[in-house]
């Protein structure tokens, strides 16, 4: 993983780590098939189903929460404006492009538009590439880390927090 286009070198302090995988109420979180809870970073499943970052199980998604009952609940909000969005669903075969109400009121729509310009270049010339499993973009805006999800029907910016 270090080397990766925009993953961040790990933190190997046992109290950062143990901060990283529980929340705020000291609840362990729940390993899904997309995110590694301990690291905050894509999930990387070793021959047994485990992931290799952490050794813990990992649990495929039961249950889905629709972009538009999201949008309408205030958790996404479109990322750009309708003409910027026809500019940039050519790029993605026509997908929505959204993000988290979180990042978007913390960071300046030059800021989105400079993510989605960078996300637009690793997905043409870096995502062919990688293994599928370590197709998700991550960089960093104003120093904080953000991911871009790319899924079969929206791209979604976010924080790692906001999955």
Wanted: proline share 4%.
């Amino acid at each position: 993983m270090e080397g990766r286009q925009g993953s961040l070198p790990y933190n190997n302090s046992e109290q950062a780590k143990a901060e990283h995988f529980n929340n705020r109420k000291g609840v362990k979180y729940m390993h899904n098939d997309r995110v590694c809870p301990k690291y905050n970073e894509p999930v990387l499943p070793n021959e047994n189903g485990n992931c290799t970052l952490c050794g813990e199980e990992i649990f495929n998604v039961i249950s889905v929460y629709s972009l538009q009952q999201a949008i309408k609940d205030g958790v996404l909000v479109e990322a750009f404006d309708e003409q910027t969005e026809a500019f940039t669903a050519k790029y993605v075969n026509g997908k929505p492009v959204v993000a988290t109400t979180h990042l978007f009121n913390q960071v300046s729509h030059a800021d989105l538009l400079d993510l989605w310009n960078r996300f637009i270049v690793w997905r043409q010339d870096i995502m062919p590439t990688l293994r599928e499993e370590d197709r998700m973009f991550t960089t960093e805006i104003n120093g904080k880390k953000v991911w871009v999800d790319e899924t079969e029907a929206v791209v979604t910016m976010m924080y790692p927090e906001d999955y």
